[in-house]
């Protein structure tokens, strides 16, 4: 998968291939009929072997009369969970970036480095911890409101800076967005096993990119950005957003995944977590692309 959390999940993963698991035993004469619930919590009679005594009729036209036990009854994982919690995470974001933005926009590197711990370890946890994901998006909204406020203020022009920046990063994150949702959900584009190899492929190479440009500029080599300006970062920054709109259609056939499976319904907040660390990076890569446009990186 693209997206490391999801990747490495047990319940958004692959499916694994596993051997059925037998149940039940040898009914001997005279066994009554055992009641067992079903995966939608309606019960079910089994007979045992031979001389089992059949369900009372009563009992079946009650079974058979009763609605049919929705994913809300049942716990389970819904596309609603996953966007309720969604929208609840990036509206905290929202609000710490604009306060930090008003309060303390110098602070971003803390809001950095905390949201990679809490990111870390969040995505090596097995059990999904509301507490902790939402500190990852706190920590995020520091980190975000700083830097866009740096970059909004990056090389002003006459003195004074141009607006218009953040606002544009935004809105294309949110049209990059709607348009892979668009091409999953119409099946203009499919997951498939090649498809998922390419995009893991692609971005482990980025990845070795990004780390060689870092230590080639903090070691003096080259100058600036290093090959994340100019017009060469032009041409990176597109391949990165390409990158990051292929993660967000792999993380939508995870969270389908995990829907169709009927995992836990407590882990849309793994899901919104998953789906948050993609559109952050998708933010960032906008954010410094246009920076680069407008003559500020």
Do not use: C, H
């Not at 930090?100 to 971003?108: D, F, G, R, V, Y």
């Not at 990063?169 to 668009?182: K, N, R, W």
């Amino acid at each position: 998968m693209s997206n490391p959390y999801f990747s490495n999940s047990d319940v958004f993963g692959e499916p694994r291939r596993t051997g059925a698991r037998r149940q039940g035993g040898q009914g001997g004469v005279g066994t009554a009929a055992r009641p067992t619930t079903t995966q939608y919590g309606q019960t079910a009679y089994q007979a045992g072997g031979y001389g089992a005594k059949a369900a009372d009729a009563a009992s079946l036209e009650n079974l058979y009369n009763a609605p049919a036990a929705t994913t809300a009854d049942t716990k389970r994982l819904t596309y609603d969970d996953v966007i309720v919690k969604t929208g609840g995470l990036l509206a905290l974001l929202v609000v710490v970036a604009a306060a930090t933005w008003q309060l303390a926009p110098q602070i971003w590197p803390l809001g950095m480095v905390v949201g990679l711990v809490f990111g870390l370890i969040n995505a090596f946890k097995k059990q999904p911890s509301p507490p902790l994901i939402l500190l990852y998006a706190a920590a995020q909204g520091v980190f975000l409101g700083g830097i866009s406020y740096a970059f909004q203020n990056a090389s002003p022009i006459n003195g004074q800076p141009v607006p218009g920046l953040v606002f544009q990063a935004v809105l294309a994150t949110m049209v990059t967005f709607a348009a892979a949702l668009f091409l999953y959900k119409s099946g203009r584009v499919r997951v498939t096993p090649k498809f998922t190899r390419w995009l893991v492929i692609a971005l482990v190479g980025f990845l070795a990119f990004q780390l060689i440009n870092l230590v080639l500029v903090w070691t003096g080599v080259l100058a600036g950005a290093g090959a994340r300006g100019g017009a060469l970062g032009v041409v990176v920054g597109l391949v990165a957003i390409g990158l990051a709109a292929a993660s967000l259609i792999v993380d939508f056939d995870s969270i389908k995944r995990g829907v169709e499976q009927g995992v836990p319904a407590r882990y849309a907040w793994a899901a919104a977590f998953g789906l948050l660390v993609t559109l952050v990076w998708l933010y960032l890569e906008f954010l410094r692309l246009l920076a680069i446009l407008q003559g500020r990186d």
